[in-house]
């Protein structure tokens, strides 16, 4: 079994910044890829970014070039780091973490909210 446990979300102004770290317990032969994704009020979730274990990135458009995914693979922790906020980046933001037991599985982590309002 995987926990997962975020923390960083809150109330930001627009053009704020917020940081959500995601941090991994349990049991696994290795960790793959991790990532974050968000579910905005009344619509699907959707992907903000990943990152393999070699470091490599991915980010939906709507964030690329103002949120940076980091991991540190020591701490089994997973980082969100988010500038320059809108108003639609308002969601609840799921971590997610793809582990190597006897097969590969995904866990996600329980959602922590961020509203971007004045």
């Known amino acids: 079994q995987v926990q997962l446990v975020e923390s960083g979300g809150g109330l930001v102004q627009p053009g704020g910044s917020l940081r959500l770290s995601c941090a991994a317990s349990g049991s696994w032969f290795s960790i793959n890829n991790m990532g974050w994704y968000r579910q905005p009020p009344g619509k699907q979730r959707e992907l903000v970014a990943t990152?393999?274990?070699?470091?490599?990135?991915n980010y939906g458009d709507s964030v690329k070039g103002r949120f940076t995914i980091s991991r540190d693979n020591a701490k089994n922790t997973v980082y969100l780091q988010m500038n320059s906020l809108k108003p639609e980046d308002t969601a609840v933001y799921y971590c997610?973490?793809?582990?190597?037991?006897?097969?590969?599985?995904?866990?996600w982590g329980q959602g922590t909210q961020v509203t971007v309002s004045s």
């Open positions: 990152i393999t274990s070699g470091g490599h990135t």
């Open positions: 997610n973490v793809e582990v190597v037991q006897i097969v590969n599985s995904d866990y």
